[in-house]
């Protein structure tokens, strides 16, 4: 039962990559190069996610877990199916009004997935950290997943016009299905697996009161004598959790600083013209996707976890030796180094997971640090922009 709990994380926690990649991956070539798709659209989404679990993760002990995650992935639902709409009104045609109204889609993914995100974090927190890597591990799932079927369709509609478009609209489709189906599972499979009704009671008992509409949802009532006990409801602040954990929050603020800035944008538009043409940023895109999922996967080995936090600080400052080792590549290497670098990039990405909470305080830890997340995937994309700093026409 456990590992079918773990896969279906997996199922669930792809879905962002999956629509993330979708935007950065399809048929964004109509807009024209001269809008930056690639960095504008995830400068449009960050900053939206990263404003709303602000406010979840100061008011997440008041939030019913199970309304925010619906809420989500309905919102993802909806917003998938109106960039179809969009492409079918348009009839695919481009222009800065249609370019804005694209970002105001794009915008509303923001509000989703951080609705989405900071509830699943918080919830696996106070279930299993093992539950934690393996939702983490889905995301580059999906993004392996997003790569593959981009290649192919590439490849299948290469010779026939609009064939962009056409691997875009199959993405839409394919994502607004899943979307869909996920908020099936998490509305009427999910609450009732036995390991998700335990780890929920145990939540309850410690005093979390955002369980509650998923303890009903699974058949469980009457949850008031687990969780009124003043005694048990006693747990650290949001500032001491923070202060208790600052090097887990500032490493992975650090990891996504470099990551974002490096991811996607100057892949698409500062790695050059190679020999591979129009499929160079694709296949960089891809094998980024397929390092950053094994790198997901190393900390569920036993052997290959690193726990040490010195250790784990050093390791992320020496991730920021990348920044040069990329600039000159693009500017003096082969593809070769390109694609290793990439590689690396991908496989230091990783998660970590603090330890040794309560269930409501495991839920508190889990909305802050997803705070962090995003405010590094902030500030690299924002930092992003400088790799066009000295290019011709580049603003």
Known sequence: MHTRTKLLKDFRGSIKQWLCAVFLESDLSFLGTDYHPSRVLTLVYQPIALGTVMIFAYHESKISTRKRVLTGYILFTISTFLLIVLDLATKGHGGIGNYIVLCTIVASFGLADTTVKGGLIGDLSLMSPEL?????????????????????????????????????????????????????????????????????TKAASEGSKTVAAD????????????????????????????????????????????????????LYENTGQHGLGVWYALILVAMYNFWDLVGRYVPLVNSLKVENRKALTIAVLSRYFLVPAFYFTAKYGDKGWMMMLVSVLGLTTGHLTPKGYKGPEKNALGNLLVVFILGGAVVGISLGWLWLIGKRNAF
Request: glycine letters at 6%; charged letters at 15%.
């Open 132 to 200: 934690i890597q393996s939702y983490m591990a889905g995301l580059g799932m999906a993004g392996v997943l997003t790569s593959v079927l981009r290649l192919i369709t590439k490849a299948a509609f290469e010779k026939s016009n609009n064939h962009l478009r056409k691997g875009a609209m199959i993405f839409l489709a394919i994502s607004t299905f899943i979307e869909f189906l996920c908020v099936m599972l998490y509305a009427y499979v999910f609450p009732k697996l036995p390991i998700v009704k335990y780890y929920r």
């Open 215 to 266: 303890l009903a949802a699974a058949g469980i009532q009457n949850q008031s004598d687990l969780s009124d006990d003043d005694s048990k409801n006693q747990r650290l602040s949001k500032k001491e959790l923070l202060l208790q954990n600052i090097g887990y929050a500032v490493s992975l603020f650090l990891i996504y600083v470099l990551t974002l800035s490096i991811f996607p944008g100057f």
